[in-house]
């Protein structure tokens, strides 16, 4: 049995529809991430299960019931909001208590509720303030402080590292995280920001225009997109996307890019990598997707013995990172960005020896954007 | 125009000579009427027929106050203007928390749990801010007559409630949507109702649009003179009809200074709200005039 | 289970609580549909019908408003509407405005200014109305005071001159608001991008020009605002003509509001007095709806 279900769930605003039968069930502790550009429709889709927004056709079930139609009250959640959403006339104490107040749980008991999750989330010195008195980060963690108080079946998280600065916001992903696996707890979380997506989910669901586009773990998600949005959605810097001409037949296709209208590179397809659905693509210009990882500098060290397609050009916009550095360079119509090592001394304007690891890279029809292989 | 570097020539001395006798003058002429009636109300009758209108008082005195509060005739009886000073409060001080607890519930139920057609609902409650009310005063008079309420304080308790309530939900209404709505889902998640959240999560951080309610209800129903005239019986008069009828009653010697002190003492409670929270009374006048 | 109907499952609470926010706010509703909507319907009646001292309802179509239309006294009223509440919202614009700006020039007593420009607006038009008849009184007021000083061919008796009444209420009215257009318009500065003025000036502009060519435009939503009450008041006025002039001498400072209240409460005119009152509503009606229009419409934009 899931933790939480959804069946079919459509939702119209007047004459629009904003989520087009969303079907998706995840297990009792599983973090579930809904990733999607704004408009998407991801927090529709979690105000609907918080039932703070009715549906307008399809269910929801927690645990097995169904509770499409209950009052949020009447739902056993929890949800951390963006902008925290805390209760400013109370103190932290009485903003992590409120819930279980509410539930007419004892005094006692509650104040035991609030001393735990204020010892888990350190913020124990803090809880005769009121929330102005506090630090955004302070304030994101009451926020977690008082859906966890609750020990709700199903905890929703509405972009909640969005407001805070660059730092905080990778410290608290973590924080999120070690929760997370400490605690088992079943957790839906929205956002926008595709890493937070990659480090923290169990499973990834990438939405647009109202639907999910696929349901998978994070690796699948990022390394198996199921189409060309998905895969230039996940991962930063994006996929490269390169128009490129199918050849050959089966067991030994080949892909002809051709870079400023002459010069030709040819670009064996991997045998083992091939489907039935190449066969009559032969000839049409399919899109490759090759991500910024899946180009590395040619080891003069490893000769013939070094892996993927080799490929010279010419660097035009060098960007370290620190980590490593990032290459733009003319391939197909337009450039590319390429991932290499922090020690590549090249400098803008030459030439550099490249490989290209067609095993990792993806292909998808012209049209439709859908994957072929 | 704050942090600008200004010249410091003598033609821009004298420029700003000018500019501060002009904002004096202007405070002057807004002064004046303020002070004639309080010079005016202290001197006895004989100084007033004498004197110049801005003159000192020779030999100040209470009497005229005295006067205006007990025993100066408003119309037919001769007790001052105290009772309709107490009568005044009597109406204000229900209609004001009536109405400011009905806007507040308004507001609240506008912006929190919009439905369809609730921006319709407000639109149309609107209205009643514009109105001229000589458009409701013949049926108002005989709808009170029906309900039993003609001439009563009840009824002008009433009728100030009925077309104060517009008012109070636009001040509420625009006050709440500034507030998140996410606070309200929290609330709903966290199992409170519709009046828990009320009363434990908006009322506690609205004083300041209560403040504003309060103080714009009080000035409006103290200061009305139409709903008063039109809708109270002798002994249920507001303080503003009972300093008409006393200026306009012409049995003997016009008692000038009788006059202001009954003016002094209509406008004192108004005038005291202005000067202890000015602030809030300027945020009332101009809510809902300015945009935002 | 394609689509569960909320009424059928929802729950009892959920549906209590669906339910409230429309419950509550069902007694504004009511309220405002009988004695806003319903009353206003009810006068409109009124003025077709023949009352005089009770309300009749012979109907004599609109017998009354051709009434009101040759009635010399209600012409009175209407041209005096258009004096006053012209140099009234005119003589408060310039004003508030000139005062604001002035105000906006870093004045060390800028508050305690402000206070005394705006108090005359706590005050109730009864009051101002009995300290200018007060004041404008030729016998004991500025004039006597003025003769006192040695101009004794000084003349300041409008209030007791037919010709000139109605501007006595004019200087009154503007005395109480133009300190709350002021205020409007200090707001409205205050609310103004301060880089815009800083560039304006870096671009080499002189103040005055600063405050015509740039300011002036970012204020129009004010002047709308403004001209808006203003007008409301105006039309509106009735405490201050009674406590002023009374109407007179004799009816030459009437304005429809007295106008309205002296023959449906007074003259036993009640078919007539409706009249005017609905007419008064059209005058406001006309004001209104274009300044709602533009409301909604530029909320709409943005």
Redo the contacts between chains.
């Keep these: 049995m899931s933790a939480l279900e959804i069946?079919?769930v459509c939702k119209d605003f007047g004459t629009t529809r904003v989520l087009e039968e969303v079907s998706l069930a995840i297990d009792s502790g599983e973090f579930l991430i809904l990733v999607g550009p704004s408009g998407c429709g991801k927090s529709t889709l979690m105000?609907a299960i918080?039932?703070?927004e009715?549906v307008?056709?399809?269910?929801i079930l927690v645990g097995g019931e169904?509770i499409?139609?209950?009052?949020?009250?009447?739902?056993d959640?929890?949800?951390v909001?963006?902008?925290y959403?805390l209760?400013?006339?109370?103190s932290v104490r009485g903003n992590i208590a409120?819930?279980l107040e509410?539930?007419k749980v004892p005094k006692a008991e509650r104040e035991a509720a609030v001393q735990r999750v204020a010892d888990l989330l350190q913020i124990s010195h803090l809880l005769d303030r009121k929330p102005a008195q506090l630090s955004g980060g302070q304030r994101q963690r009451v926020a977690m402080g008082?859906a966890l108080a609750?020990e709700p079946q199903i905890y929703l998280f509405d972009e909640p590292l969005s407001n805070l600065d660059a730092k905080l916001r990778v410290e608290m992903r973590t924080e999120i995280k070690k929760l997370h696996q400490r605690l088992g707890t079943t957790i839906v979380y929205v956002t926008h920001d595709q890493i937070e997506a990659m480090t923290l989910a169990d499973s990834i669901a990438v939405m647009r225009d109202g639907r999910i586009l696929q349901l998978g773990t994070p690796d699948e998600v990022y390394n198996n997109p199921v189409d060309k949005y998905v895969a230039g959605f996940m991962g930063s810097p994006s996929m490269n996307f390169i128009d490129a001409t199918l050849q050959g037949q089966a067991g030994a296709y080949r892909l002809h890019v051709t870079t400023d209208g002459e010069q030709e590179l040819v670009l064996p397809w991997p045998a083992d990598r091939e489907t039935p659905g190449l066969a009559e693509h032969v000839g049409a210009t399919l899109t490759l997707g090759l991500r910024p990882e899946h180009f590395a500098e040619e080891d003069a060290r490893l000769g013939d013995r070094a892996e993927g397609t080799p490929l010279s050009a010419r660097v035009s916009v060098v960007e370290p990172t620190g980590a490593d550095i990032l290459l733009q360079l003319p391939l197909g119509d337009g450039e590319v960005t390429a991932r290499v090592g922090p020690d590549c001394r090249v400098r803008p304007g030459e030439r550099l020896d490249l490989r290209v690891d067609m095993r990792r890279g993806v292909l998808f029809a012209p049209d439709s954007d859908t994957r072929l292989a | 125009m704050d942090n600008v570097i200004r010249s410091r020539t003598p033609v821009a001395r004298f420029w700003r000579l000018l500019l501060h006798a002009t904002l004096l003058l202007a405070a002057l002429w807004y002064l004046l009427p303020l002070v004639v009636m309080l010079l005016t109300s202290v001197k006895p009758l004989e100084e007033i027929a004498a004197g110049s209108l801005l003159a000192l008082p020779d030999n100040p005195t209470l009497d005229p106050w005295l006067k205006a509060w007990g025993s100066a005739c408003t119309g037919m009886r001769c007790e001052g203007v105290s009772g309709y000073f107490w009568n005044s409060f009597a109406i204000v001080i229900p209609a004001v928390i009536i109405a400011t607890l009905i806007g507040a519930l308004n507001g609240y139920a506008l912006t929190k749990w919009r439905f369809k057609g609730a921006e319709l609902v407000f639109a149309m409650m609107l209205f009643g801010c514009f109105i001229p009310f000589q458009v409701i005063l013949l049926p108002m008079a005989q709808t009170l007559g029906w309900l039993g309420l003609s001439s009563s304080r009840a009824g002008l308790i009433f009728v100030h409630v009925v077309f104060g309530i517009a008012f109070t939900t636009l001040f509420f209404r625009n006050f709440y949507v500034s507030i998140p709505d996410e606070l309200v889902s929290a609330a709903k998640l966290d199992g409170a109702g519709f009046f828990r959240i009320f009363w434990r999560i908006l009322l506690p951080v609205s004083k300041p649009i209560i403040v504003v309610s309060v103080i714009w209800q009080f000035t409006q129903i103290w200061n009305d003179f139409l709903f008063g005239v039109a809708f109270s019986g002798h002994d249920t008069q507001p303080v503003t009809v009972a300093l008409n009828n006393l200026v306009n009653t012409s049995t003997g010697v016009k008692e000038y200074n009788v006059d202001m002190a009954a003016a002094m003492i209509a406008a004192l409670p108004t005038l005291l709200v202005y000067v202890l929270a000015g602030k809030y009374f300027v945020r009332g006048l101009t809510a809902g005039s300015v945009k935002g | 289970m394609k689509s569960a109907s909320p009424s059928s499952t929802a729950s009892m609470s959920g549906r209590l609580q669906a339910w409230l926010p429309k419950l509550v706010l069902a007694p504004s509703v009511v309220i405002s549909l009988c004695f806003v909507y319903g009353f206003m319907l009810w006068t409109f009646i009124l003025s077709l019908t023949s009352s005089r001292m009770l309300p009749s309802y012979d109907f004599v179509g609109f017998t009354q408003y051709a009434r009101l239309m040759n009635n010399e006294r209600w012409w009175v009223a209407a041209t005096n509407l258009g004096v006053f509440g012209g140099l009234f919202v005119g003589c408060c614009l310039v004003l508030g405005a000139g005062l604001a700006i002035l105000l906006d020039q870093r004045i060390r007593r800028e508050g305690v200014l402000r206070t005394l420009y705006l108090y005359p607006m706590a005050l109730s038009f009864i009051v101002t109305g009995v300290v200018w008849k007060w004041l404008l009184n030729p016998g004991l007021g500025i004039q006597a005071m003025v003769r006192g000083w040695g101009f004794e061919s000084f003349t300041f008796d409008w209030l007791v001159d037919p010709d000139m009444a109605v501007y006595t209420l004019v200087i009154a009215a503007v005395w109480q608001a133009s300190g709350f257009v002021m205020a409007l318009f200090l707001a409205g500065l205050r609310g103004i991008d301060d880089s815009i003025l800083k560039a304006a000036q870096l671009d080499g502009a002189s103040l005055p020009r600063v405050y015509w060519r740039v300011v002036m435009p970012c204020l129009r939503p004010v002047v709308f605002s403004a001209v808006m009450i203003l007008s409301h008041i105006a039309i509106k006025s009735f405490d201050l003509v009674v406590a002023l002039t009374g109407g007179g001498p004799g009816y030459s400072s009437d304005l429809p509001a007295t106008f309205m209240y002296a023959h449906a409460f007074t003259r036993a005119q009640i078919g007539m007095g409706s009249a005017s009152a609905v007419l008064m509503l059209c005058g406001v009606l006309a004001i209104l709806v274009p300044y709602l229009y533009s409301e909604l419409r530029s909320r709409r934009h943005g």
Excluded: H
């Design positions: 069946d079919n105000n918080a039932g703070l009715p307008t056709s399809g269910r169904d499409t139609w209950r009052t949020p009250a009447e739902r959640i929890a949800m909001f963006q902008s959403a209760y400013p006339s109370m409120f819930g509410m539930r008082r609750r």
